[in-house]
């Protein structure tokens, strides 16, 4: 009997530490800019999904590429997704990893952090460290973060004649706010 | 000895469980990929095939500009420099009020015509939570010639110079390279040449693309005429083109045996025939502007 009564509670404990382990992403902006000399173009996502967990802080963040918006006009969004990011084949953008700096979650307060891990896009995985602010409220975490992405690193090839028109390094801004689970 | 082995079994239990589970399945079955409905986009890259249109239409707020040019016949010779001597041209604009109607106005000299259309994409072509196979769009236009009557003495009514067209393009892209388009038309002239003429003209126009780089597309057009005089007595257009895509311009550059620009000139009064080398170079230029 208190073999069992144990086995309940410790069950118990585990599941309930578990729920409160995993943060989700509620809501989420993603944009990018690529800022060269014949034109500004400007693209954002708000279906970016993700997951932390807390208790060895690592993380996985998951952006489906034919969700971004905007563009100049709707023919450089085809272009995107057909001749660049070649979405169909490549869907998702994924960074996945850990944070390096062993913060108290359970403490409220603004915490500047480097999250490291594998960061895929256009199928090409590069090992990166990620310069993140997150503030920690009770139940809620906000997290946000500027960052480049150098087009070359993931295998993506601008033709000669819009050379001009599309940034080789692309900046992004990221604003998350991830809840218990 | 009982206790032990059972906090034994549920401490492996929970060290097992919590490395079985990596994050992204877990992600998975948390936040699943949603099986949304996808619209098929840029089945054609512009609104223009080579003469005629194409399923696309102009999307919300977007300004298209065109700039067309036919040239005389390539079997001319040096004299007129294959043709590049003569020159067809028709302009126009074509703005979209959404991303499902467009409207658009244009001016050929070819007869002096003045043109204007409204296209209506009735539907998309989707995969997903939907699935439907082909972009639908309807185009209903008409045309007004400014030229001068050549008989003076004859009043001829204002209506003599409309003509009406009224088509419908049933487009697939098949892939990311590969789109077909069938497109029959009716035309309706309210004047015509001679009395062997017919006023009402139908055809049926198919059409497609082909990716081969991502910049050069192949692009191609074939409209036949269904049977009747003007079958008998005027040509198939026929075309072939390559396609040059740079962000905000579509280049596209081809051959023909047409010389007009609008429905009511290349489909039924097309002269050149393409084995006797009836065959004029053309281009268009197709520049887009948003107002965001």
Same mark, same amino acid.
């Given at each position: 009997?208190?073999?069992?009564?144990?086995?309940?509670?410790?069950?118990?404990?585990?599941?309930?530490?578990?729920?409160?382990?995993?943060?989700?992403?509620?809501?989420?902006?993603?944009?990018?800019?690529?800022?060269?000399?014949?034109?500004?173009?400007?693209?954002?996502?708000?279906?970016?999904?993700?997951?932390?967990?807390?208790? #060895?802080?690592?993380?996985?963040?998951?952006?489906?590429?034919?969700?971004?918006?905007? @563009?100049?006009?709707?023919?450089?969004?085809?272009?995107?997704?057909?001749?660049?990011?070649?979405?169909?084949?490549?869907?998702?953008?994924? @960074?996945?990893?850990?944070?390096?700096?062993?913060?108290?979650?359970?403490?409220?307060?603004?915490?500047?952090?480097?999250?490291?891990?594998?960061?895929?896009?256009?199928?090409?995985?590069?090992?990166?460290?990620?310069?993140?602010?997150?503030?920690?409220?009770?139940?809620?975490?906000?997290?946000?973060?500027?960052?480049?992405?150098?087009?070359? #690193?993931?295998?993506?090839?601008?033709?000669?004649?819009?050379?001009?028109?599309?940034?080789?390094?692309?900046?992004?801004?990221?604003?998350?706010?991830?809840?218990?689970? | 000895?009982?206790?032990?082995?059972?906090?034994?079994?549920? %401490?492996?239990?929970?060290? %097992?469980?919590?490395?079985?589970?990596?994050?992204?399945?877990?992600?998975?079955?948390?936040?699943?990929?949603?099986?949304?409905?996808?619209?098929?986009?840029?089945?054609?890259?512009?609104?223009?095939?080579?003469?005629?249109?194409?399923?696309?239409?102009?999307?919300?707020?977007?300004?298209?500009?065109?700039?067309?040019?036919?040239?005389?016949?390539?079997?001319?010779?040096?004299?007129?420099?294959?043709?590049?001597?003569?020159?067809?041209?028709?302009?126009?604009?074509?703005?979209?009020?959404?991303?499902?109607?467009?409207?658009?106005?244009?001016?050929?000299?070819?007869?002096?015509?003045?043109?204007?259309?409204?296209?209506?994409?009735?539907?998309?072509?989707?995969?997903?939570?939907?699935?439907?196979?082909?972009?639908?769009?309807?185009?209903?236009?008409?045309?007004?010639?400014?030229?001068?009557?050549?008989?003076?003495?004859?009043?001829?009514?204002?209506?003599?110079?409309?003509?009406?067209?009224?088509?419908?393009?049933?487009?697939?892209?098949?892939?990311?390279?590969?789109?077909?388009?069938?497109?029959?038309?009716?035309?309706?002239?309210?004047?015509?040449?001679?009395?062997?003429?017919?006023?009402?003209?139908?055809?049926?126009? %198919?059409?497609?693309?082909?990716?081969?780089?991502?910049?050069?597309?192949?692009?191609?057009?074939?409209?036949?005429?269904?049977?009747?005089?003007?079958?008998?007595?005027?040509?198939?257009?026929?075309?072939?083109?390559?396609?040059?895509?740079?962000?905000?311009?579509?280049?596209?550059?081809?051959?023909?045996?047409?010389?007009?620009?609008?429905?009511?000139?290349?489909?039924?009064?097309?002269?050149?025939?393409?084995?006797?080398?009836?065959?004029?170079?053309?281009?268009?230029?197709?520049?887009?502007?948003?107002?965001?």
């Amino acid at each position: 009997m208190k073999t069992i009564l144990l086995v309940l509670i410790t069950v118990f404990q585990i599941s309930t530490s578990l729920a409160q382990d995993i943060y989700v992403v509620s809501k989420a902006n993603v944009n990018f800019t690529s800022d060269a000399p014949l034109e500004m173009i400007e693209a954002e996502s708000n279906k970016l999904t993700g997951i932390l967990k807390i208790s #060895d802080r690592s993380f996985v963040f998951r952006v489906p590429i034919k969700s971004f918006e905007g @563009f100049n006009s709707s023919l450089q969004r085809t272009h995107f997704n057909e001749n660049y990011m070649e979405s169909t084949k490549f869907p998702h953008t994924v @960074f996945e990893g850990k944070i390096i700096e062993e913060i108290d979650f359970s403490t409220p307060g603004t915490y500047n952090i480097r999250a490291k891990g594998s960061f895929t896009s256009h199928g090409i995985k590069q090992e990166r460290i990620i310069k993140c602010k997150l503030i920690i409220a009770p139940n809620k975490i906000t997290v946000s973060s500027k960052f480049t992405v150098l087009l070359e #690193d993931h295998n993506i090839k601008i033709p000669t004649v819009v050379s001009q028109k599309i940034a080789e390094e692309i900046l992004i801004n990221i604003e998350l706010e991830l809840v218990p689970k | 000895m009982k206790k032990y082995t059972t906090l034994l079994f549920i %401490i492996l239990f929970s060290i %097992i469980n919590s490395f079985a589970q990596d994050l992204l399945s877990m992600l998975d079955s948390i936040q699943p990929v949603k099986n949304e409905i996808i619209y098929e986009e840029g089945t054609f890259k512009s609104i223009r095939l080579i003469n005629g249109y194409t399923s696309e239409t102009a999307s919300k707020n977007e300004l298209i500009f065109s700039i067309s040019h036919r040239f005389g016949d390539v079997n001319q010779g040096i004299y007129d420099f294959f043709g590049l001597d003569q020159s067809t041209i028709r302009f126009g604009f074509e703005y979209g009020l959404n991303d499902y109607i467009d409207l658009a106005i244009g001016r050929s000299n070819y007869e002096k015509l003045y043109d204007g259309f409204i296209k209506i994409k009735l539907a998309r072509q989707s995969s997903g939570n939907k699935n439907f196979p082909f972009t639908i769009t309807l185009l209903e236009g008409l045309s007004i010639s400014a030229q001068e009557w050549t008989i003076d003495e004859v009043d001829y009514p204002f209506s003599a110079r409309i003509n009406y067209i009224h088509e419908l393009f049933i487009a697939r892209k098949f892939n990311e390279k590969l789109s077909l388009q069938l497109s029959p038309v009716i035309i309706h002239r309210n004047m015509v040449k001679t009395k062997k003429d017919q006023n009402t003209v139908g055809a049926i126009g %198919i059409g497609g693309r082909y990716k081969i780089t991502n910049l050069f597309t192949a692009v191609s057009e074939y409209y036949y005429l269904l049977p009747g005089n003007t079958a008998d007595n005027y040509n198939n257009s026929l075309a072939f083109g390559i396609e040059i895509e740079t962000g905000g311009h579509v280049f596209q550059i081809h051959l023909s045996n047409s010389t007009g620009m609008t429905e009511k000139a290349f489909i039924p009064e097309t002269n050149g025939k393409w084995l006797d080398g009836d065959i004029g170079i053309g281009f268009n230029i197709i520049r887009l502007f948003s107002f965001k």
